[in-house]
T-cell receptor, first 114, second 115 residues
Framework: QKEVEQNSGPLSVPEGAIASLNCTYSDRGSQSFFWYRQYSGKSPELIMFIYSNGDKEDGRFTAQLNKASQYVSLLIRDSQPSDSATYLCAVTRAGGTSYGKLTFGQGTILTVHP | DVKVTQSSRYLVKRTGEKVFLECVQDMDHENMFWYRQDPGLGLRLIYFSYDVKMKEKGDIPEGYSVSREKKERFSLILESASTNQTSMYLC??????????????FGSGTRLTVV
């Protein structure tokens, strides 16, 4: 089992729809969860992070965390063609000897079509 | 904003050459990382460093070494480049991990082709 698994995609949604990206992780000691967006040929950029169970909203983005189920998701409301990218889920134990090292999922390719 | 600068955007090297990839960050971050990214394989950690002169192997260190002589600079060295090291190389940095940790800031990447 991979340490961090994302829905395989690619995911295609129409403009204006909600895109739902999912991620599960195997390490119960994980404490922090990150979503990165990566445009083709570019490096990943951080768009959301979440530490506590529940929802965290930032503009059109909502991150959801359920530690009991070891599940984290990213919702993108009112999807735009500019949201078309690969989305990477990353987790870390944080603290101690983790040195903040992130473990990444394989990524989900999202395409938003007009 | 934190800036992580990678010295080259594109590099073409010959098999057997010694290759240096440089990464500099300007926000006094303790942690620095080198990843490679390949289609279908995702991001794979090569080496990381949590302090000057300190380094730890990641998941795929074979064929690579690193150097961190100054806090702001983390270099990746391909001792003898091979074609299977053709890849996108990404450097990242983060502050020392607190209770919850921090995300990385990535450099713009170096696309290395070994011929």
């Amino acid at each position: 089992q991979k340490e961090v698994e994302q829905n395989s995609g690619p995911l295609s949604v129409p403009e204006g729809a909600i895109a739902s990206l999912n991620c599960t992780y195997s390490d119960r000691g994980s404490q922090s969860f990150f979503w990165y967006r990566q445009y083709s040929g570019k490096s990943p950029e951080l768009i959301m992070f979440i530490y506590s169970n529940g929802d965290k909203e930032d503009g059109r983005f909502t991150a959801q965390l359920n530690k009991a189920s070891q599940y984290v998701s990213l919702l993108i409301r009112d999807s735009q063609p500019s949201d078309s990218a690969t989305y990477l889920c990353a987790v870390t134990r944080a603290g101690g000897t983790s040195y903040g090292k992130l473990t990444f999922g394989q990524g989900t390719i999202l395409t938003v079509h007009p | 904003d934190v800036k992580v600068t990678q010295s080259s955007r594109y590099l073409v090297k010959r098999t057997g050459e010694k290759v240096f990839l440089e990464c500099v960050q300007d926000m006094d971050h303790e942690n620095m990382f080198w990843y490679r990214q390949d289609p279908g394989l995702g991001l794979r950690l090569i080496y990381f460093s949590y302090d000057v002169k300190m380094k730890e192997k990641g998941d795929i260190p074979e064929g690579y070494s690193v150097s961190r002589e100054k806090k702001e600079r983390f270099s990746l060295i391909l001792e003898s480049a091979s074609t299977n090291q053709t890849s996108m190389y990404l450097c990242a940095s983060s502050p020392s991990a607190g209770v919850y940790g921090y995300g990385y800031t990535f450099g713009s990447g170096t696309r290395l082709t070994v011929v």
